[in-house]
């Protein structure tokens, strides 16, 4: 592979990474919130924070690649609820080996992996929306030196004049169905 191509796969992966670190950095804040000591709610701010840096720069890769569509739920939901229940073992296990000294799985494996997955629904939903926010953005920056960056831009653009195009439609709507502005109950027959 190229150097330009791991940068274009790089810059393609940076706004899922990104918020794959925050949500890493807002587990650790959280464990001190709640009173754990410091190596502890620095163990889980790490040991939760990379896996969900490499998933979600995985997540922009298969946007990238036109592998998940940008705006759809869908691709996002089922991701997550694979990769967050990964995410969370790895977890346990990175803070285990960092404060116990040894890794640790939790004692109900299978229970703990049905109850992450059904919390992966609120990650994905948080996920994606932060994505789609993000995402166009740093995209729009990069597309002129990064192919994938510009026809995943083209596709976050083409979908944002949809939506405008659809909002305008409702609001034009709206205001024909006003009439010349009196309330319906005060029209003439003929303009019901």
């Known amino acids: 592979m190229t150097g330009n191509k791991v940068r274009h796969l ?5 706004p899922g990474a990104g918020i794959g670190a925050t949500a890493g950095v807002a587990a650790g804040a959280l464990a001190v919130l709640a009173g ?3 190596g502890w709610a620095l163990a889980t701010g790490l040991g939760l924070g990379l896996p969900l840096v490499l998933l979600g720069g995985g997540f922009g890769l298969l946007l990238g690649s036109g592998i998940a569509s940008p705006g759809v739920f869908a691709p996002a939901a089922l991701y997550w609820f694979i990769g967050f229940p990964v995410a969370r073992v790895v977890h346990e296990m990175l803070v285990g ?6 890794p640790a799985l939790p004692p109900d494996l299978p229970g ?9 629904l609120g990650f994905a939903i948080g996920f994606s929306w932060l994505h789609e926010r993000i995402a166009p953005g740093w995209l729009r920056r990069i597309r002129h030196s990064n192919p994938a960056a510009d026809r995943l831009y083209a596709f976050y653009l083409q979908h944002a004049e949809a939506q405008w195009k659809a909002r ?7 205001a024909a169905g006003r009439g010349n502005g009196r309330p319906a109950l005060f029209r003439a027959k003929g303009e019901l």
């Open 97 to 102: 080996l960092m404060v116990v000294g040894r």
């Open 112 to 120: 703990f992996l049905a109850y992450q997955a059904i919390v992966s």
């Open 36 to 38: 754990q000591p410091i």
């Open 10 to 14: 790089g810059e393609l992966a940076l």
């Open 168 to 174: 305008e439609s409702r609001r034009r709507a709206r």
